[in-house]
């Protein structure tokens, strides 16, 4: 029967050479009931271990093999300047799914090695992918094998991991490939979230200011961007019209996002004023100067002296933001130093009341791991209730996805 979550998506299945391989046509058939289109791509190894005609029924397209396609001149196309399309099916999908994944897919995928068709599509695709491994007990247990899911689930690629049972190999232990109810329960998630976004705008400020002190000198902050551009990046993939205003020195996002960089804070005011009408959501999570120079030089100073700076607090961006949009949802951040959960919690509060704000994600800057540039977070989300969601320590990546769910719950 159709599903709303599952109709008309595009799936893209990978499909590499372990014994499980079979066991896609069941799901191929679950997911084709559903409502969804089923494109394959099989591994050169997996197509001993099953006959690409049955997946071609199962799916109703035709089964891809090989990066070069046989019927193409690519020198004669490359020539003529034609349109060569080698990764379409990665640009297609709304899911790439990898069942059954071997340790091979996993490691080639770990470290970013293209040299088939399918690691190539994976390597170029921007929809959520979903690995389901199987494998005998002892590679799954291979350290190398587990160090590269570590690697990728921190990289927020997703996984349905393998349940313990007899193996197809004779032993018994954890490697066999998970339940297909459970591997269709988390497709139907990530389909949900894939585009929950859609038709949404997100404005999103990442990194730090620069207050000049004289042409070449500057009064900045340790803020990377990353955890903004994880925010920006997370809320493209599920499908929202994203404004990113980054630092000059923040991390580039990965994807190509609309972007405007600022340099002091004067700056970044004007560049959210120009951009902040018919936003329905602003998380601002830049680390702005809380002063600018009033002795500012127009040429480089002489070291060869001492020097003392006069600096003025800046106007707090953040709680003029309300007023430039009443409609739009908005986030801010708190940043505190080695304080208790309670003061932290206390201080965010404070600053939503100011700015009279929907959420503030505090984090403590203080803690390894934690705020500024490092690829990890730990945060804890304050409402206008005072209410508390503790997002635990993890890369910045999921911390943004979590913080993106509990927007969209307000918000809905
Ligand atoms: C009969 C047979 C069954 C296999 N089953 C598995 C398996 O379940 N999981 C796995 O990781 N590798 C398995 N392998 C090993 C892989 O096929 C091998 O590592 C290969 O290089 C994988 O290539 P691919 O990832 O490009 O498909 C099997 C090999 C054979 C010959």
């Known amino acids: 029967m159709q599903n709303l979550i599952f109709s008309k998506k595009t799936i893209v299945i990978g499909v590499t050479g372990g014994i ?11 997911l084709k009931d559903l409502g969804s289109d089923i494109h ?45 399309k080698h990764i379409s099916l990665a640009d297609i999908a709304d899911l790439f799914l990898i069942c059954p994944a071997t340790a091979n897919i996993i490691g080639k995928m770990a470290n970013g090695i293209a040299d088939d068709l399918l690691s190539t599509s994976i390597t170029a ?78 404005l999103v400020t990442a990194g730090a200011t620069f ?82 120079i009033n002795n500012k030089e127009k040429s480089k100073i002489k070291s060869n002296k001492e020097l003392h700076l006069e600096l003025t607090p800046t106007a707090k961006i953040f709680e003029k933001l309300k007023k430039l949009n009443k409609e739009m949802f908005l986030v801010g951040f708190k940043a505190e130093c080695n304080v208790s959960e309670k003061r932290l919690i206390g201080s965010a509060y404070d600053i939503l009341q100011k700015a009279n704000a929907e959420l503030i994600v505090a984090n403590d800057v203080g803690k390894k791991g934690r705020g500024f540039d490092v690829d990890t977070n730990e945060v804890f989300v304050v409402d206008k209730d005072k209410n508390v969601e503790h997002i635990k320590l993890a890369d910045k990546r999921i911390v943004a996805d979590k913080l993106l769910d509990i927007i969209l719950q307000k918000i809905k």
């Open 125 to 202: 695709t921007i929809a959520p992918v979903l690995i389901c491994p199987a494998m005998n007990v002892k590679m799954w247990k291979n350290p190398i094998v587990q160090e590269n899911v570590k690697k990728l689930k921190k990289l927020n690629y997703h996984f349905v991991e393998p349940e313990y049972g007899e193996l197809a190999c004779g032993y018994k232990g954890v490697g066999r490939l998970a339940n297909l109810k459970k591997i269709l329960d988390r497709i139907g998630l990530l389909l949900k979230q894939r585009n929950d976004l859609k038709g949404k705008k997100i």
């Open 211 to 292: 207050e000049e002190i004289d042409p070449v000198r500057v009064i900045t902050n340790k803020s990377s961007g990353k955890m903004g551009t994880s925010i920006a990046e997370q809320a493209f993939l599920r499908g929202a019209n994203v404004i990113l205003l980054r630092g000059h020195n923040s991390v580039e996002p990965n994807y190509n996002l609309k972007e405007e960089k600022f340099t002091n804070v004067d700056d970044l005011y004007n560049k959210i004023k120009k951009n902040i009408n018919n936003v329905d959501i602003i998380v601002h999570s830049a680390a702005v100067s809380d002063f600018t």
């Open 40 to 84: 394959l791509i099989m591994t050169e190894h997996s197509t001993h271990l099953v006959d690409i005609k049955d997946f071609e029924k199962a799916s109703g397209n035709e089964v891809q093999t090989s990066l070069f396609y046989p019927k193409i001149d690519y020198i004669d196309y490359i020539k003529k300047n034609k349109e060569i």
């Open 20 to 30: 499980a391989c079979y066991k896609v046509l069941v799901l191929i058939k679950e």
